[in-house]
């Protein structure tokens, strides 16, 4: 195998022909928005799957008094937030790949270094989920940033193939 | 004895007879003196009838007189010279049936060996006629292949086959070569592993990298701005 194979071979079975010219640019508003949304989905997938084995567990703890356990005001939302930083801080600070960010081929990169730290991950996670409107600053950026990107230097890149070169 | 049938019917003498005067009078002396014959035959048996009937009591004085003893009777001496001759005929009869038993084999053989048996039968037999007539269903039905099979050892056949030797001499890393080029494998498993990526997934990225260029292009019109950003051919 020549030196070129062993470059181009991943990518090449990894990111078809078409899709290798912006591998590595920073992503828009779209892209963004489909990944958001597919996150949202997971942390409430996440939160349903909880709330059942709970009550499946209060269930085999007592089985003579069957009853859908009621949670204390507020504890949901509470419990989806905590669900939802942690799940974005861990993923970004990780792979830099949210659920969502793996099915549209994106990448979370701090600056041009590619590996968010723990500690940024955790705020941008906080900001996100507590601010999720901030998204639209990409459309006006010229540099498609969300608030968070701009509070945090970080970018979120298409990057298919998980190896790509971030370009500035 | 009569007439001999043999030559009469055949040369009946007869209004259509065309014989030659010398032929009828050879079978007319022929006939004539087979008549005659038999004529003196039929005089001798009456003759030599009245002859031992008018001689049966001198024969018997003779064989068995009345003054002598039974002891001394001819007859005994004449059956004793019977039971001598019986003797000697049955083995005179033995001996000759033992010579044609010894003889019959060779001769046959000599004879046999003179002979093309399958040409006579192929000239002579009319073979389609005899297989004709062979019911082979019959013979089929007749047959109990049950034991037949039952009668084999599969084991010993199957002990007997060289099943190594078979495996040598099919040459598997040549077939096992032809079939995997034949499938086409890595194209299989590209396929197969990376459908949903290749298909579903690829489809929807690269839909919404186009709606991000879209949205982006609108917005910078919106906005009056050129683009600076780079985007690569």
Known sequence: MTTADATNQPDAVAVPAEARSFQGGRAGMVSRSVAAVVDIAVVLISV????????????????????????????????????????????????????????????????????????????????????????????????????WDVLLRTTVVYDWSGRAVVRD | MGPMGVVVPVQRPGPRAPAAPAGLALALAVDAGIGVAGDAARLVRWSSRSVVRAASPVVTVVLMPPLAGVGRWPLQRLRGYAARGRIERIAVQNAVTELVLALVPPVTDAVLDRLDLTAIVRERVDLDAVVTDVDINQIAGSLDLDAIAAGIDVDAVAARLDVAKVIDGIDLATIARQVIDAIDLPEIVRESSGAMASDTVRGVRLRTVEADEQVSRVVDRLLGRHRPRPEPT
């Open chain 1, 48 to 147: 349903v799957v909880i709330y059942l084995g709970i009550a499946g567990a209060l269930l085999i703890w007592n089985p003579r008094n069957p009853h859908v356990p009621s949670l204390p005001h507020g504890a949901v939302g509470t419990a989806a937030v905590v669900l939802a930083v942690g799940y974005l801080a861990v993923a970004w600070t990780t792979s830099g790949r949210t659920v969502g960010d793996q099915i549209m081929g994106l990448r979370v990169v701090a600056g041009s270094d590619r590996r968010v730290g723990a500690g940024r991950a955790v705020v941008r996670a906080l900001i996100v989920t507590i601010f999720p409107v901030g998204l639209l600053w990409c459309l006006v950026s010229a540099r498609q940033r969300a608030v």
